[in-house]
């Protein structure tokens, strides 16, 4: 699947110009979604109803509104123009920032029972291992998804980062801030029981260390 890196101005693309996002402005949208900041995003509603075919959110919302086409959402612009950018794009952006731009995206999908989001951010996910440098970015996404398959196969990578980036003495407190809790303990606790947590003088065998894992309960 090709990925296109998000690029930051289309975030406030000519918002202060127009209360309509430039990138979300089809005058035949039979919706208007209406961000918490008054920015508003025209889309088609079978674009939200498509992302979530077994729920009755997106229905139920669109029926209590019968009378007036705007639904207004509690997110600011930023972030529900990277909903949308998930929900209508063929080709979804890359977030390099990882959790600071995942986690709202992945929350909105959730409130709102958007579980083809969830799968498409799954798959980026799995396309930035492509990138070996990612392996960390990739398992604090997993971490957030709380989806234990993705983390392994990202833990699985960790040969290719520093190994002292993800020990508990060495990692730093914005680094794990990134990652839940009960996978960033799960991670140590498989390392250990693997018996490779070391002072750095062995090689840490992470195909056995991701066989070992499960989040912390």
Same mark, same amino acid.
């Not at 208007?32 to 992302?51: I, N, R, W």
């Not at 229905?59 to 123009?81: C, F, G, Q, Y």
């Given at each position: 699947?090709?990925?296109?890196?998000?690029?930051?101005?289309?975030?406030?693309?000519?918002?202060?110009?127009?209360?309509?996002?430039?990138?979300?402005?089809?005058?035949?949208?039979?919706?208007?979604?209406?961000?918490?900041?008054?920015?508003?995003?025209?889309?088609?509603?079978?674009?939200?109803?498509?992302?979530?075919?077994?729920?009755?959110? &997106?229905?139920?919302?669109? $029926?209590?509104?019968?009378?007036?086409?705007? !639904?207004?959402? =509690?997110?600011?612009? @930023?972030?529900? /123009?990277?909903?949308?950018?998930?929900?209508?794009?063929?080709?979804?952006?890359?977030?390099?920032?990882?959790?600071?731009?995942?986690?709202?995206?992945?929350?909105?999908?959730?409130?709102?029972?958007?579980?083809?989001?969830?799968?498409?951010?799954?798959?980026?996910?799995?396309?930035?291992?492509?990138?070996?440098?990612?392996?960390?970015?990739?398992?604090?996404?997993?971490?957030?998804?709380?989806?234990?398959?993705?983390?392994?196969?990202?833990?699985?990578? &960790?040969?290719?980062?520093? $190994?002292?980036?993800?020990?508990?003495?060495? !990692?730093?407190? =914005?680094?794990?801030? @990134?990652?839940? /809790?009960?996978?960033?303990?799960?991670?140590?606790?498989?390392?250990?029981?693997?018996?490779?947590?070391?002072?750095?003088?062995?090689?840490?065998?992470?195909?056995?260390?991701?066989?070992?894992?499960?989040?912390?309960?």
């Amino acid at each position: 699947m090709p990925l296109k890196k998000k690029d930051e101005s289309d975030y406030s693309q000519g918002v202060a110009q127009s209360k309509v996002h430039p990138l979300y402005n089809d005058e035949k949208a039979d919706i208007t979604l209406v961000s918490d900041d008054g920015v508003q995003f025209k889309v088609h509603s079978y674009y939200l109803k498509a992302m979530s075919p077994r729920s009755s959110v &997106f229905r139920d919302m669109l $029926h209590i509104t019968s009378t007036s086409s705007n !639904i207004e959402i =509690d997110r600011p612009a @930023k972030v529900l /123009l990277l909903f949308l950018d998930y929900v209508c794009k063929d080709e979804p952006p890359v977030l390099l920032n990882e959790i600071a731009d995942y986690e709202p995206i992945i929350n909105l999908a959730r409130r709102f029972a958007c579980n083809r989001v969830i799968e498409r951010i799954k798959l980026v996910a799995l396309c930035l291992l492509y990138e070996k440098a990612f392996a960390f970015r990739v398992f604090c996404i997993a971490s957030r998804l709380d989806d234990v398959r993705l983390a392994k196969c990202a833990v699985r990578q &960790f040969c290719h980062i520093s $190994h002292s980036f993800v020990r508990p003495d060495k !990692i730093s407190v =914005d680094a794990a801030k @990134k990652c839940s /809790l009960p996978y960033l303990l799960g991670l140590y606790r498989a390392m250990a029981v693997a018996e490779q947590l070391h002072s750095g003088e062995h090689e840490v065998d992470w195909v056995k260390v991701a066989a070992k894992f499960s989040p912390a309960a």
